[in-house]
């Protein structure tokens, strides 16, 4: 998308999102930046991913409701509530799921099935008929209405969070036959099956082409694993390359995701020198965290998004996550680094008010 | 990564030699002792003394505090480590210090008293708050037990200076002292450790206390200091008195000493009393004395993620402060300080980063209500201004709070503090009776 194309889009957006949204539009008031005041997107008022949590940012799309009923979101995507409890779960209505297929499907296509042909997808989570709120489920379930040939299926169980044995025999069936699958979970999922399938030796030589995606870190989680000994034990267990593992970076507060682009290049860095890409309609800023200025390319700092697609919520939305842009737009994902804060004898009340939950 | 040369083997035998030098320790008298490490600790409070100066500056490098802040920090520290202030920890601790030398006559008759300490303790720090474990070593030796010290990643090197003194001071007492350190992952080293020890003792996180008390057989004293946390309660008599800026400044310096890392550090505050104009005016007031305090001290280094973290709940705290005119947020331009007014504060997570969220509340009733939650982390209250501090201190007496005392006095407790609820000394040595 042409910048000045994005330009007029986000000022468009923003001014919708300004007058829909009450509590957004005093936040811009407050701040003195309104539209028609704010000349880059970069100026345009971004949202911390907390403020999902406790306050209202629905929106709804132009034109919605004139003179009709009120208007509603047609879902609310939750977060997984790993960091403050259920009870503080980031919650994003989202205006309209054609368009959160719209957004989030040409990308991941480009990303994760380049060759556009149907094949078996496997998605270690919950189905969205199961879990309506989670926006990873529907994306996989986008996913294969899309591309998914005869044996996709997901594969969560209620109690262990995955369906191990459901895994290990949907993989023995894709093993035996020819054609390549695409496989879709969170690391957290994956390190649960892997300790399983490793602990009953259980190992699989996927056809050549199958293909990867892992997604979601272990923000909060109690086993955490680095992602280069992920990948390698993924690779001796399912006979993928790490080359096409691929990385999903995404959240629940955009609509919008980033994926590495290993699939679509010769030979795939390892694990933490690889470079994320945004769809056209995502815009990146890097901030300094300290002052919240943008700092310049290949400078680490704090990432903000304007993602259009957000248009029915909140567009621009202030990250705590860390990463530079190279020059040629490419994310640096850093991520979090945790337990990166100083730890004193004082305890943090998130600490006492998470033990309590 | 461990001191060079620590491996479990290593401390094994750190552990032997230390339990040899029991009986040497324990022919000198706690008046002798005190007045030993009160040497050192009088050079570390003296900025020109060489000790100090090599300290101040390895404990910046180590900690991220700003060179201001650790010169501040190891002056606070030290003021508790002289002679005076131990003879006077010895004197409140036992009405008569001789306790610990030997028998003495219980002073309402019919028995004879003696303190003693153990053969050897381990000492177990965490985090990175300078002077926690060497004033725990100081306690340690004060009872006559010779003790393993393996300080937090942050506090090693006011720790080492500490022991580096009191080698040059009193080199036998010295021998009673090792200071090593290793990583939280050296499971081997730990368990080295805990297996040789007669006491152990715990500074840290729940988790850390609860992993640790599972390693130590069930028979060994363990006294555990879990993290906890501070607040202040401001009242109206702030204001009418015409002090508030004083209070507020002691308010401030409260919560940026340590950069806000210590247990004493405060992070809420609670108006009493206090109606939403008023509160305001404390809170532009009161990101005064911030302002002023970062340029005193400045605020040290912090990692991006965490800053990052900070701006998230800066963020949000404006946000609502847009739609509710209860909410207000003050900040420096930079993330130095924050200030925040919200009355309905209660899930926002609150990192040590300088940042005070004042909370008010229509009386004591309320006030205990909102503090009830974080009642078995809670430590010291700071006071200043309210109507009826007798009523509101049997309050959060009840509540589990241990210390309550006026905001310029929460930073640096003095050393016969009762640390979590106990006496420093007592808590790590047990009395014998003797009926003749």
Known sequence: ?357 | MNTPGVDPAAIKATLARLSETRSGLRARSAREIADALGRVGERLGDPEDGLAREAAAAVTRESGLSPEMTGRVVRGMARDWTRERLRELLAREFADPAVLDGFVDDPRGGRRLHVVGDPVAVHIGSGSVPGVSATSMVRSLMVKTPVLIKPGSGDRALTEAFHRGLEEVAPELAASAAVRYWPASDRASLEAALAAAARVVVYGSDSVAREIRALVPAHLPVVVYHHRLSVAVVGAGVCAAGDGPTMLDALARAACTFDQRGCVSPHRVFLLGIGPDRAREIGEALAEAMEREARVAPVGERPGAAVAGLQQRRAEARMRAAVDPAVGVWSSPDASWTVVLDPESGGAAEGHLRTLTLVPVADRRALFERLRPLSAHLQSVGVAGVEDPQALSEGLADLGVTRIVPLEELPFPPAWWMHDGAGPLRALSRWVEWTP
């Open chain 1, 1 to 357: 998308m042409p910048s000045a194309e994005f330009e007029a889009i986000a000022q468009e957006v923003f001014r919708h999102q300004v007058e829909a949204n009450a509590a957004y539009g005093a936040y811009c008031r407050s701040l003195g930046r309104l539209p028609g005041a704010v000349e880059d997107w970069r100026g345009i008022p971004q949202v911390p991913a907390t403020a999902f949590k406790r306050l209202d940012l629905f929106s709804g799309l132009p034109g919605d409701g004139a003179g009709g009923p009120p208007r509603r979101p047609e879902a609310v995507f939750e977060t997984s509530g790993t960091r403050d409890g259920a009870q503080m779960r980031g919650r994003h209505p989202v205006a309209s799921l054609e368009l959160y297929r719209s957004a989030s499907m040409p990308w991941f296509r480009r990303n994760l099935i380049p060759e556009d042909a149907p094949l078996p997808i496997l998605a270690l989570l919950p189905s969205p008929a199961a879990v309506p709120s989670s926006s990873l489920s529907r994306m996989a379930g986008y996913a294969m209405e899309g591309w998914g040939a005869p044996g996709s299926r997901f594969l969560s169980d209620p109690v262990s969070g995955v369906d191990h044995a459901g895994v290990r025999d949907a993989l023995e069936r894709v093993e035996g036959e020819d054609r390549p699958a695409l496989l879709i979970g969170t690391a957290f999922a994956w390190v649960h099956w892997l300790e399983w399938a490793e602990e009953r030796g259980h190992r699989f030589r996927l056809p050549s082409g199958s293909r990867l995606m892992e997604t979601g870190g272990f923000k909060g989680r109690s086993r955490e694993v680095p992602r280069g000994e992920l990948y390698r034990r993924l690779e001796e267990g399912l006979g993928i390359p790490q080359g096409r593992m691929v990385n999903e970076y995404g959240m629940t507060e955009l609509m919008s995701q980033m994926y590495e682009s290993v699939l679509s290049s010769d030979g795939a860095p390892p694990p933490g020198r690889r470079i994320h890409r945004a769809p056209p309609w995502l815009g990146i800023q890097v901030l300094d965290p300290e002052t919240l200025q943008p700092r310049s390319v290949g400078e680490v700092g704090v990432l903000a998004f304007l993602d259009l697609a957000n248009v029915g919520s909140v567009s621009a939305v202030l990250t705590e996550d860390l990463g530079h842009l190279d020059s040629r737009g490419g994310l640096h994902l850093q991520g979090r680094v945790p337990g990166a804060e100083p730890r004193g004898c004082s305890l943090a009340l998130e600490g006492i008010l998470g033990a309590q939950s």
